[in-house]
């Protein structure tokens, strides 16, 4: 009976503590701090994928299209999301469990290399039973990716070097000296055409989970998001290493030790990054190859910009550009746009996140032009018409210089009218930004937008283009919408000036 | 020109992001000519008022009238063109440049004509050489007109901070200010130094123009301040005429209730000698030795004042004794152990805490909880760490000691979990007292701990000192204001340019104290 009892104070105990867990989580989630970090997060996806497609249509392929077989693409191959994410995942930590503890680790990229290169050592030169096997090899590779970082982070407690430099010399250092341990001068050449190690056992790989090339590893991300999230909230390290990062004063006030937990940050952090490249070479390679990470170092920065240096964040992080990966396939074989376009879109994603005043700036006029309808309908609607006129101005004149290169013969001429277009499109974006803005003397961009507009119909009928009409009526629509500003405003005031007597 | 008022702000609202009321329905009227006193605690709400009467911040309501004239400002420019000045309390200079640099900065005079306010002017502008010749003439004559006398070529950073006032209040008559806002322009300053000032805002009434002081010192608003009006909580509590109201008065609408000036501490009864600092020298930052020879001793059930005007050493000694700054000579010994260029942690471990000058930098962590910010120091042993080598955070310990706390230092807070930056300074304070007198220290050491703080806690945090004191603890108190170190201490150490220069006992006027402190030894010894 006693045993009973127990048992049952336990399971309330852990009910309790589960419970707790979820209260936490939800409180979390309806923060107001962590809901605008999320809508920061999501306006800056959105706004990076508007800005790609203006991209794209200069480079005279369709966005629309692109965007919908980007997401067939990563939806339809969760297997390959998931796979892409695997290594992003850790990664991402790696520069956020730094972060945390106010450092920049750039050299995740090195530290991966290292961690890698030791993994695949482990694994071809030394034999083990299964099941241990592995598990050597992933901790000889954390290791190795760990010293990699501790040593900067040495430097830097204890020599004041600074972390961006010794992490980034550190990576190039690491990436040629693996290269050269396998190429044909090295130890570890296979000594075949191509500057790798032989293959790792059969022991030593990851076994697969699910599809092609998803691959055991993701377990071990989603486990190591559990352990730094309980490293960073639940132990005195992690306390101590987030009092380092937020505030080095009060830290040393408090009594903690900034430089045993930089270094140990930094360690740790290089940790990480040696496991994401010890997975890779024996989740999906199979043996080190030289030069073989795409960048999963330097994008680990751009994941834990976008997870804001959170290991939830980072994992959200890294399946969003895992699915970018995995759709930016289909969309490349489908529509044919490079596969580099992911690239960019990833870059603006980080853009925007890192520089939040743009959207403060986007979100903060356009309550100020909602609110104002309500009083007032005409001002603030000119304002909302215009800008959005502008953003179509922009489409347009890009979409111009691209039916420009499809004529036959491209004379001066048109190079001319492809030069007056890159002026609209250029105008087409102050026009937003003065209208949005609210700026008083928004109107005279709109009169110049008519006249260039007018520039460029008269160029086109010279030139024998085909959108003479187009621009002769855009012409039209701009000047008409500068005199209903003018016009208006005039009335405004005259209206004012009643009210006033 | 019509209106007697130089300024009326009108029924101001102002709501922070995140539903702080900071003002609620103000009404702030100055008559044209006046030294008018803007009274009120910290977080009433005064420099918010102020920050929007120059344009820094913007109303959610009410109107702003300017020599009868309805204004909107947008920035600091539009009100300085309407020839309203403001004198921060944290002063903006740029130490290494000089003090004419500094005085034009922003309305640099250029060679040549102004090329107009469009774009072309602006590059222009941006292009042309300054005339500093020009600038220096006009800071002379400035100088000159109102008594402010300084040197144009000196840097700021060799100043005193009195005179880095002066360039501040010299900046605003540059730019042709007739109304002038200071923001707790007292702070910082000397008795001396504070005196000089009264006199020349004297100057500046006799000459017409209009001065708003914002303060919460009830001494200066009744030596200096014409009419006075009075905020709490964001509200405006009344305006009143200096001839008809007493400080006491003045404290209550402040506070809401009646305040008790002098803290009636008892007679104290020194036990053994717990912090003995022998010979102790202390290099600063920049390596030059700011502590020069100093030593003394503090008793068990003792508050031992150390009073002079920042900047003469306390820093120094105060990190010194704390192991954040290790001496270059000298001996400390707390509690019979030799702590001298231990670390914090060993310092602590001995029974020393410390409540730091400087809440915000060094005193709390922001961007952390008030709870994380309670254990900070004591976060690695039980209670609240467990486990195995005590690695964890024992959460539920944690929770419970700092939910105990927040109610039995009346913090005030939705919750434990909120972040200090939530906090006002007030209570900042109470969570940086709460963690380092929990622990019933041997030492505790304080500096300036009632810096910035509003009549309740400054009352509080002295009030907790002396019980401590009559606990027990020994306690170092160093502050830049007299009062406090008169009320509060047992002995009084007079530090001047590194040095003791003298230790009195707690009835020693505060003139000679002022002496002291200003470095006249001879004339008083």
Redo the contacts between chains.
């Keep these: 009976m006693n045993a009973s009892e127990l048992s049952d104070a336990q399971k309330s105990g852990i009910g309790q503590r589960i419970e707790n867990w979820i209260l936490g989580l939800a409180k979390k989630v309806t923060d107001p701090s962590y809901r605008k970090q999320f809508i920061w997060s999501f306006a800056s996806i959105v706004l990076a994928l508007l800005v790609s497609s203006l991209i794209m249509l200069i480079a005279g392929y369709d966005p629309g299209l692109a965007y919908v077989y980007l997401a067939i693409g990563a939806f339809s191959r969760m297997d390959l999301v998931l796979y892409y994410a695997t290594p992003l995942i850790l990664t991402g930590l790696s520069v956020a469990l730094a972060f945390k503890c106010g450092l920049f680790n750039i050299g995740a990229e090195g530290q991966l290399y290292i961690g890698s290169m030791a993994a695949a050592l482990m694994g071809y030169l030394i034999a083990l039973p299964i099941v241990i096997h592995p598990l050597a090899c992933l901790a000889i590779g954390a290791i190795a990716g760990g010293l990699w970082g501790f040593v900067p982070g040495l430097l830097k407690a204890y020599r004041g070097a600074h972390e961006v430099v010794t992490t980034m010399m550190l990576s190039y250092t690491a990436i040629l000296l693996t290269g050269w341990l396998v190429s044909s001068n090295g130890p570890f050449w296979d000594g075949s055409m191509v500057p790798r190690t032989p293959p790792l056992l059969d022991t030593a790989l990851l076994p697969p989970l699910w599809g092609y090339s998803l691959h055991t590893g993701l377990i071990l991300s989603i486990i190591a998001v559990f352990a730094v999230d309980f490293l960073i909230n639940r132990t005195v390290l992690g306390y101590e290493m987030r009092a380092v990062g937020l505030n080095p004063d009060a830290a040393e006030y408090g009594g903690i030790n900034s430089k045993r937990n930089i270094a140990i940050a930094m360690g740790l952090s290089g940790g990480l990054s040696g496991l994401a490249g010890s997975e890779e070479i024996m989740g999906t390679y199979g043996k080190f190859v030289a030069n073989w990470s795409p960048g999963l170092g330097w994008d680990g920065i751009t994941v834990a910009v976008l997870g804001n240096n959170s290991p939830w964040g980072v994992l959200a992080a890294a399946i969003f550009f895992g699915g970018l990966r995995a759709g930016g396939n289909t969309m490349h074989q489908v529509v044919g746009v490079p596969i580099e376009m992911v690239s960019v879109i990833q870059g603006l994603v980080v853009l925007f996140v890192a520089a939040p005043r743009i959207i403060n700036w986007l979100v903060d006029n356009g309550n100020t032009i909602f609110k104002s309808m309500k009083e007032d309908p005409f001002e603030p609607s000119i304002n909302l018409v215009s800008s959005i006129l502008g953003l179509a101005i922009l489409m347009l004149g890009l979409g111009m210089i691209t039916s420009l290169y499809s004529l036959p013969s491209f004379t001066w001429i048109n190079a001319a009218t492809a030069l007056v277009y890159v002026l609209v499109a250029i105008l087409g974006v102050m026009i937003f930004i003065v209208y949005w803005s609210k700026r008083p003397d928004a109107g005279w961009f709109m009169l110049l937008a008519a006249v260039l507009w007018t520039i460029a119909g008269v160029l086109e009928i010279i030139g024998a283009g085909m959108s003479a009409l187009t621009s002769f009526i855009l012409a039209i629509f701009t000047f008409v919408l500068w005199l209903a500003d003018r016009l208006i405003g005039r009335l405004l005031v005259t209206k004012k000036e009643d009210d006033i007597e | 020109m019509s209106s007697q008022y130089a300024v009326e702000m009108i029924n101001i609202h102002k709501t922070f992001p ?1 539903g702080v009321y900071a003002n609620q329905g103000v009404t702030l009227k100055v008559k044209r000519g006046e030294v008018h006193g803007l009274l009120g605690e910290n977080g009433a709400g005064k420099t918010t008022l102020m920050n929007i009467l120059y344009g820094l911040l913007n109303r959610d309501k009410g109107e702003i009238i300017i020599n009868g004239e309805h204004v909107e400002f947008e920035s600091p420019t539009d009100a300085i063109s309407k020839g309203i000045g403001m004198v921060h309390q944290h002063f903006k200079l740029i130490p290494p440049l000089t003090v004419v640099e500094n005085v034009v900065l922003g309305s640099e005079p250029i060679f040549g004509r102004t090329f107009g306010r469009g774009i072309i002017g602006k590059i222009m502008r941006a292009l042309m050489p300054i005339d500093i010749k020009m600038a220096v003439e006009k800071i002379i004559q400035i100088a000159e007109e109102n008594g402010l006398h300084i040197d144009p070529y000196a840097k700021v950073q060799d100043l005193s901070v009195g005179l880095q006032q002066r360039i501040e209040i010299i900046k605003t008559l540059y730019r042709k200010a007739d109304i002038l806002i200071l923001d707790e322009p007292t702070s910082v300053l000397t008795p001396q130094e504070v005196d000089e000032l009264f006199e020349t805002l004297k100057e500046f009434r006799k000459a017409g123009k209009t001065i708003i002081l914002i303060t919460h010192k009830l001494r200066e608003t009744m030596a200096l301040c014409d009419r006075i009006t009075v905020l709490r909580d964001g509200k405006l509590i009344g305006t009143v005429e200096r001839d008809n109201t007493s400080p006491e008065d003045l404290a209550q609408m402040m506070v809401g209730r009646p305040v008790v000036f002098m803290v009636d501490k008892g007679i104290s009864s020194p036990g053994d000698v717990v912090l003995k600092v022998q010979d102790l020298h202390v290099k600063d930052y920049r390596g030059l030795e700011s502590v020069k020879g100093i030593s003394f001793e503090v008793k068990a059930g003792e508050i031992f004042g150390v009073a002079g005007v920042e900047g003469n050493g306390q820093t120094e000694l105060v990190e010194a004794i ?1 192991g ?1 700054r290790k001496p270059t000579d000298g001996v400390i010994i707390i509690d019979e152990v030799d702590v001298t260029s231990k ?3 060993f310092v ?1 471990e001995v029974g020393m805490s ?1 409540i ?1 000058e400087d809440r915000q ?8 909880t008030i709870k ?1 910010n309670l ?3 004591r ?2 042993r039980p209670p609240f ?1 467990n486990g195995p080598k ?4 024992n ?1 539920d310990r944690i929770n419970e000691i700092s939910d105990d706390l927040v109610s039995k230092f009346s913090i005030k807070t939705s919750s434990s979990d909120a972040f200090a930056e939530t906090l006002s300074g007030g209570n900042q304070q109470k969570v940086v007292v709460a963690r380092e007198l929990a622990v019933a220290p041997k030492l505790i050491v304080a500096a300036q701990p009632t810096r910035g703080l509003d009549v309740g806690a400054t009352e509080f945090i002295r009030n907790t000192l002396i019980k401590m004191r009559n606990a027990g603890s020994a306690i170092l108190l160093v502050s830049a204001e007299l009062d406090e170190v008169r009320n509060l201490s047992d002995r009084i150490g007079v530090i001047y340019d590194g040095k003791i220069v003298a230790i009195r006992g707690p009835d020693a006027t505060p003139e000679e104290l002022g002496l002291l402190m200003a470095g006249h030894v001879q004339g008083v010894d």
């Design positions: 995140g704390t954040l670390s914090p942690r602590r410390h730091p930098k060094m005193g709390l962590i922001l961007a952390f994380e254990i900070l120091g976060h690695y760490a005590n690695m964890l955070l959460l």
